[in-house]
């Protein structure tokens, strides 16, 4: 294996691959390594519509191999370690990849461990379901079509997740579905969150919470999910404000875990004190190492995790690398617009679009605050076509 490449890009998700394929626009291919083990890519925005019975779930899952740029180098195996003071990787079968300019992609770490009880409850399909990986999240669909009344809990912890909406956005769903099955005049829907409120953006929050009050979904927040005893179908909060814990009865939960920076990257110079990669939240650039980028989830940027919001990234990483290259000042930046398409029922999404400073940056000529049937169109169909022939191939 060549073990030298001009410019290494470690991840082949969303933003790996779309930093690539605009990468080849003006570098020679041969010149590029992605280190990418997986043999699959998932669209994950679309999980929330399959757990909600709206795709099945293999609508979100292409081979991995179709979106490698024709000529960039795919290392089929993991990192298993970044020494960026050597500009190498180490991989996991031991060998030692050199690079001249690193782009660090890995996503997120999904921590299923943090919830007591979590794996085991997930083993026993016992009224337990989460979205977050392609292997469970047909299973919100069993258990949402099945449910016959009772308490469905709805959950989000304190840390930062993939696209900060989607633990509300299956309990919309499931409330929509529950009222066309007939069991939702006796069913109880909680969600509980350990963030402080529904939304970080104020106008989308408020068009949130009237969402919530005219579905009666009750609302509980700085609660975070410590612990799931599946047998007694009790799920056990932590409440962030005073420490104490609270015991709540089910008979569904879908629960979204703890996610934080991947292992390797917390365990490396690249990470600020938080384990995301740090690096200038304008330029994408790592505060320490000039000849290392990053961007999307496992990036420091103070912005929700989205791929909308890499979208926007991943032109910044690719303009400001080349000028590195060519000893050019970066002036490319990133102003921290991201995008959560909040799906609020079965036709109808709520679409925030919105930038660092918490302002809305809205694409379209009408209030996006409001729900409306042509942006639930555009998330269904019309962004899985975008992302696939158009994000992934470098066009935006």
Same mark, same amino acid.
């Given at each position: 294996?060549?073990?030298?490449?001009?410019?290494?890009?470690?991840?082949?998700? &969303?933003?790996?691959?779309?930093?690539?394929?605009?990468?080849?626009?003006?570098?020679?291919?041969?010149?590029?390594?992605?280190?990418?083990?997986?043999?699959?890519?998932?669209?994950?925005?679309?999980?929330?519509?399959?757990?909600?019975?709206?795709?099945?779930?293999?609508?979100?899952?292409?081979?991995?191999?179709?979106?490698?740029?024709?000529?960039?180098?795919?290392?089929?195996?993991?990192?298993?370690?970044?020494?960026?003071?050597?500009?190498?990787?180490?991989?996991?079968?031991?060998?030692?990849?050199?690079?001249?300019?690193?782009?660090?992609?890995?996503?997120?770490?999904?921590?299923?461990?943090?919830?007591?009880?979590?794996?085991?409850?997930?083993?026993?399909?016992?009224?337990?379901?989460?979205?977050?990986?392609?292997?469970?999240?047909?299973?919100?669909?069993?258990?949402?079509?099945?449910?016959?009344?009772?308490?469905?809990?709805?959950?989000?912890? #304190?840390?930062?997740?993939?696209?900060?909406?989607?633990?509300?956005?299956?309990?919309?769903?499931?409330?929509?579905?529950?009222?066309?099955?007939?069991?939702?005049?006796?069913?109880?829907?909680?969600?509980?969150?350990?963030?402080?409120?529904?939304?970080?953006?104020?106008?989308?929050?408020?068009?949130?919470?009237?969402?919530?009050?005219?579905?009666?979904?009750? &609302?509980?927040?700085?609660?975070?999910?410590?612990?799931?005893?599946?047998?007694?179908?009790?799920?056990?909060?932590?409440?962030?404000?005073?420490?104490?814990?609270?015991?709540?009865?089910?008979?569904?939960?879908?629960?979204?875990?703890?996610?934080?920076?991947?292992?390797?990257?917390?365990?490396?110079?690249?990470?600020?004190?938080?384990?995301?990669?740090?690096?200038?939240?304008?330029?994408?650039?790592?505060?320490?190492?000039?000849?290392?980028?990053?961007?999307?989830?496992? #990036?420091?940027?103070?912005?929700?995790? &989205?791929?909308?919001?890499?979208?926007?990234?991943?032109?910044?990483?690719?303009?400001?690398?080349?000028?590195?290259?060519?000893?050019?000042?970066?002036?490319?930046?990133?102003?921290?617009?991201?995008?959560?398409?909040?799906?609020?029922?079965?036709?109808?999404?709520?679409?925030?679009?919105?930038?660092?400073?918490?302002?809305?940056?809205?694409?379209?000529?009408?209030?996006?605050?409001?729900?409306?049937? #042509?942006?639930?169109?555009?998330?269904?169909?019309?962004?899985?076509?975008?992302?696939?022939?158009?994000?992934?191939?470098?066009?935006?």
């Amino acid at each position: 294996m060549q073990s030298h490449y001009p410019v290494v890009i470690a991840g082949g998700g &969303t933003a790996g691959l779309t930093v690539a394929a605009q990468l080849v626009d003006t570098l020679d291919p041969s010149r590029i390594a992605i280190v990418e083990p997986s043999t699959h890519h998932f669209y994950q925005p679309l999980w929330t519509l399959v757990g909600g019975g709206v795709f099945p779930k293999e609508e979100s899952r292409r081979d991995q191999a179709d979106y490698i740029p024709t000529g960039v180098a795919w290392i089929k195996e993991y990192v298993s370690a970044f020494e960026p003071d050597q500009n190498r990787l180490i991989l996991k079968n031991g060998d030692i990849l050199t690079y001249e300019y690193l782009v660090v992609a890995l996503g997120i770490q999904i921590d299923w461990d943090r919830v007591k009880g979590l794996r085991a409850a997930l083993a026993e399909r016992n009224g337990v379901c989460s979205n977050y990986s392609y292997e469970t999240v047909d299973r919100t669909w069993e258990n949402i079509r099945s449910f016959k009344g009772g308490v469905a809990l709805f959950t989000q912890p #304190s840390t930062p997740v993939k696209c900060g909406g989607a633990p509300q956005k299956i309990a919309y769903l499931a409330d929509d579905y529950f009222r066309r099955s007939g069991v939702r005049n006796n069913t109880t829907i909680k969600f509980f969150s350990g963030m402080g409120s529904i939304f970080s953006v104020k106008k989308y929050a408020d068009s949130l919470m009237s969402v919530c009050r005219r579905k009666g979904i009750e &609302t509980y927040f700085q609660h975070e999910l410590v612990e799931i005893n599946h047998r007694q179908k009790e799920a056990v909060f932590k409440n962030l404000t005073n420490g104490e814990h609270v015991t709540v009865r089910y008979d569904m939960i879908h629960v979204t875990p703890p996610m934080s920076s991947p292992d390797v990257i917390k365990q490396s110079t690249l990470a600020a004190p938080t384990g995301w990669v740090e690096v200038d939240q304008f330029s994408l650039q790592h505060t320490r190492y000039p000849n290392v980028f990053a961007l999307g989830d496992c #990036s420091s940027l103070p912005t929700s995790k &989205t791929g909308a919001a890499i979208r926007k990234q991943a032109p910044v990483v690719v303009q400001n690398l080349l000028a590195a290259m060519e000893g050019r000042p970066l002036d490319a930046v990133y102003d921290g617009y991201t995008s959560c398409p909040l799906v609020t029922g079965y036709g109808s999404l709520i679409l925030a679009e919105f930038d660092y400073k918490l302002t809305p940056k809205e694409s379209f000529p009408f209030d996006q605050s409001k729900e409306r049937y #042509s942006m639930y169109a555009l998330k269904a169909y019309g962004l899985p076509a975008m992302y696939w022939n158009g994000m992934l191939r470098g066009r935006l």
